[in-house]
């Protein structure tokens, strides 16, 4: 199976290898390339789209993984060359638009929100005077998280309205915007669905030293059967938002009322890969070239 890929950022690491691995297996190229890299020439009628490894519609598909920050003017720019390169209708996983959507935790909650999935209580707000107000609205037991951001960066309980106050205010020197959600008992209990087109991975994750499940954090992994409707649901808020490879995290409750906790449109796989037999980077490859060919067909 021939194919040019291209993988913007997380050219180092285990992601990487697996990647590379699996390209080779399938018998396609791969190449990766920084999103520093990204530039634009601009003609009277045409642009082209330019990265260290060659011009973006020189490949058959691109794949999006970690955007590393950068001032508003950078970020900006490579979304629009991202952009340019979707509007072309040219095979992107995940396209900039889903990007845009799942790297903001409140866009994406609201928007699993009108699906009408539940979701923990959040309130989202600009100062500190707020933000003690949805602590105490929310019960005094919060799980306090960066807007953007993920694998557990940031992300703090508290439950003292004393160390509430200096956090905010710390938070609000940063000109931070307070994301403040009620937190879900037990904690430390979750499962994720990974979503790799049609495909579904479950796993669930334990962690008995810490309410975040990441395991980075030293969470436990094992894998789950998701039923028929897990699947539907994972696979019906990755297609909303747009991303073909997603994760969906369902935060398990002492109530007994599962939650959709986040939406992840640059997912990790090494957990699910640990405790799964199929080739998921593999599986991944073969994604991302099913797309190509569909938009071939679709041109044709």
């Given at each position: 199976?021939?194919?040019?890929?291209?993988?913007?950022?997380?050219?180092e690491g285990w992601h990487a290898g697996q990647l590379r691995e699996a390209a080779r297996m399938i018998g396609c190229e791969i190449c990766f390339a920084t999103y520093e890299s990204l530039s634009a020439s601009i003609e009277p009628n045409s642009t082209q789209l330019l990265s260290e490894v060659g011009d973006l519609r020189s490949f058959d598909a691109v794949l999006t993984r970690t955007m590393p920050a950068g001032s508003l003017e950078q970020v900006t720019f490579?979304?629009?060359?991202?952009?340019?390169?979707?509007?072309?209708n040219?095979?992107?996983?995940?396209?900039?638009?889903?990007?845009?959507i799942a790297i903001d935790k409140y866009a994406t909650l609201a928007h699993v929100a009108k699906l009408g999935f539940q979701v923990p209580p959040t309130q989202v707000v600009q100062s500190r005077n707020s933000a003690i107000k949805a602590f105490e609205e929310l019960g005094g037991d919060c799980v306090i998280k960066p807007i953007f951001g993920g694998e557990g960066r940031g992300v703090m309980r508290i439950q003292d309205s004393q160390l509430a106050w200096y956090t905010f205010a710390t938070l609000e020197q940063l000109n931070a915007v307070f994301y403040v959600q009620q937190f879900i008992a037990p904690g430390g209990i979750d499962t994720r669905f990974l979503v790799v087109g049609d495909q579904v991975f479950g796993v669930?994750?334990?962690?008995?030293?810490?309410?975040?499940?990441?395991?980075s954090s030293g969470a436990d992994v094992y894998a789950v059967d998701p039923t028929p409707h897990q699947r539907l649901m994972a696979t019906q808020i990755a297609?909303?938002?747009?991303?073909?490879?997603?994760s969906v995290d369902i935060i398990e409750a002492d109530d007994g009322t599962p939650r959709v906790l986040e939406v992840n449109a640059i997912p990790g796989w090494r957990g699910a890969q640990s405790v799964s037999d199929i080739n998921i980077a593999a599986e991944i490859i073969s994604l991302l070239l099913?797309?190509?060919?569909?938009?071939e067909e679709i041109a044709g």
């Open positions: 199976m021939s194919g040019r890929i291209l993988v913007l950022g997380g050219g490579r979304l629009a060359i991202l952009h340019d390169y979707a509007d072309a040219l095979p992107i996983v995940n396209p900039p638009r889903s990007l845009e669930r994750r334990e962690n008995k030293h810490d309410f975040r499940t990441n395991v297609r909303s938002i747009g991303l073909k490879f997603a099913a797309e190509s060919r569909r938009t």
